[in-house]
Structure formats: C-alpha cells, structure tokens
C-alpha cells in the first residue's frame, strides 16, 4: 500500500493517525495545517480525499474532519509507526511489580493489572498451559469386585499404571471380563488417547449395529475407565482494567460495551483469539476485524507470547479501542511478557 503513496501522503496520513490517537476528534485539514505541514489547506485537502478515496481515512459524517479506518491504522502500525522505547526506570519498576510473587495465580494477576495501568486499557493474562507429554494406552485389564463393580488396570506410556473402580450394569464372570479385556486391547492398545476416544466412537456405532453385546458391553467400559483421564480443559486467562474501556467514546456505546463485556465473560472467543498469538515470534497486534470477532470490532488487541525455558506457555496483551497508543502499548506488552518469562523461570 505504501508504494500507492507518495511521501508526502505517508507524512500527513502519519501525521491525521497520530493526531487522532492524541485528541480522540475528527481532523480537518486546517488543523494538519497548523501541524508543521508546510502545505496549503486546499492541498492537504485533496490529499485527504486520496487517502479516503483508498481507504485509509473516513470521515464520520458531512463537513468534518477525517479519522483513520482499520485499514489506515494497519498501514500506520506496519510501516509508519515509531516505536518508543520504555525507559529504564520504567523497565525496573516494571519488573519490581513482578518479582518476589511466589503464587503463580497472584503472579499472573500483577502482571494483568500492570498492563491495565500502564496503558489505562484491559490487561489480559492467559493463564500458562504448558505441553503435556503424548499418552498412550499400553494395556487394560478388568477385574471383578463386589456389588457390580469391576476394577480396570491401565497401563499408559512404558510403566504408568492407574487403576479405576467402574459401576456395571450387570455381574461379569472373570471369563467375561478377560475377553472383553482382550478384545479391547486387541483394538486399543498402542494408540494415543485421543486415537482411542476416536475409535471407541467409531466402534461404538458399529458395535450397535451388528448388535453385539460383547463388543458394545466392551465399549462402554472403556469409556467409562478413560473418562477421568481426558485432558483438562483449556487453561483460563485473567482480566484486569476492563472498565477503563467505558472511558473512550467511541466503544462506550452502551450495546458495544454490553457485547465487549460479555465477550469477556463467555471467554471461548477471547482465547481463541490468544492462541492465534501462542505460536508467534513476537508482538501480534489484531486491529479491529481482524480478530475475526464482532465484539472486538471497536477495538484493537496487542499480544506477546512468554516462555518457560524453550516452552511458550501463554500469552499476554492489551485490549483498547483501535485509536490507542501503539508506539506506547507495543513496548509495554513486548517488555511484560518478557519480564513475566524471566520471573517464571527463577521460580
């Protein structure tokens, strides 16, 4: 997009962006006038319909200035944007906030509320997850116990063995349960948890209808031993600050607040959009609709992954309206996540 712009149009759209991220109101051309542009009106004027004519710039009703559109923000942060380095003091006093935190829970809410006050924004802390090794069904073994119940040996891995007491319907002879045993193992063992649910779905449905007791009774005993051993769910994430969004005018609409509010609460939808960021080298920043979630629509998300050891384990992150500080929110993220990952590896 920049090689559709001249200089001098990349000056006065850098120039429109960041005077809106300052004063929250539309800019007209006198004003970029008064700015240092050594342009006339009537030619910042016209260069303000170009870049409205690609996009870049909308102007929110008649006779008024323009602001910048997602597309214009976008352009700004990937080729026009000056970083700002955080100072040292500030670094320090940064990581003083995140040291001496023995509880990782307190730790995690420190680092959310940290991100809320140095930006004035929603702070937001997933909570680490961290890689479990793969799980293999080796082995498994059911044998009789009293009052309907049978007790099932499984063997994971090379040597990890959990025993389970299941409720049946009926009383099994240790016949029974050696060839339902045998029949499962046949069909199971040397598979992956998540291969194992998948077949016991599969033969389930098949088992049903060939009307095969013993395959069906089989099935629903295995399910019933590796119920408890499903992965957990997804690692929540920790919000702080999101009130201060109800200051900026342009998302405090009380239907947008609603929907933003919401969003928080229900959560899926926030970490799906986190995750996108879990594998990523550095700072995501999501402007507007590119989170791909309508009530983040206002707003724009800036991101970093921290690690343990060579493990990225969660991410981090702002969520503000998309006429945010950017040279000031990057740093800030990109320092907190780093800071975080080095606090959780002296632990």
Excluded: W
Excluded at 66 to 82: E, H, N, Q, S, W
Excluded at 158 to 174: C, G, H, K, L
Excluded at 274 to 295: A, N, R, T, W
């Amino acid at each position: 997009m920049t090689d559709t712009l001249n200089e001098r149009a990349q000056r006065l759209l850098k120039l429109l962006i960041e005077r809106h991220i300052r004063d929250g109101q539309p800019v007209g051309s006198r004003t970029l006038s008064r700015d240092g542009l050594d342009l006339s009106p009537a030619t910042i004027r016209n260069v303000m319909a170009d870049l409205e004519e690609l996009g870049l710039v909308v102007s929110p009703h008649t006779s008024a200035g323009r602001i910048p559109t997602a597309k214009g923000y976008r352009l700004f942060v990937d080729t026009l944007l000056t970083v700002k380095r955080l100072d040292q003091p500030e670094v320090e006093a940064l990581r003083q906030k995140l040291s001496g935190v023995a509880d990782k829970q307190v730790l995690m809410q420190h680092a959310s509320q940290t991100l809320s006050s140095l930006t004035s924004m929603a702070g937001i802390v997933m909570l680490p997850r961290f890689t479990k090794p793969s799980v293999t069904l080796r082995h498994l073994e059911f044998l009789p116990l009293s009052n309907r119940r049978v007790l099932t040996i499984l063997v994971f891995n090379e040597d990890e063995v959990q025993n389970r007491i299941i409720q049946v319907p009926r009383d099994y002879s240790a016949a029974e349960l050696t060839s339902l045993g045998n029949y499962l193992n046949r069909h199971l063992s040397g598979k992956s948890l998540d291969q194992v649910r998948e077949t016991l779905i599969s033969e389930m449905e098949e088992a049903r209808a060939a009307m095969d007791k013993l395959m069906t009774d089989a099935l629903v005993m295995a399910q019933q031993s590796l119920a408890e051993t499903s992965e957990k769910p997804q690692a929540d994430f920790i919000l702080a600050g999101e009130t201060n969004l109800m200051g900026y005018s342009e998302i405090a609409q009380v239907e947008k607040l609603r929907a933003l509010f919401e969003a928080f609460n229900a959560k899926r939808d926030i970490l799906q959009l986190l995750d996108q960021s879990l594998h990523s080298q550095g700072v995501q920043i999501f402007i507007g609709d590119e989170s791909g979630y309508g009530p983040l629509g206002d707003c724009s998300v800036v991101t970093a992954p921290y690690r343990i050891g060579e493990q990225t384990v969660g991410v981090l992150g702002v969520i503000g309206p998309t006429r945010m500080a950017y040279d000031r929110v990057i740093p800030v993220v990109d320092i907190t996540a780093r800071l975080l990952g080095h606090v959780l590896n002296q632990s």
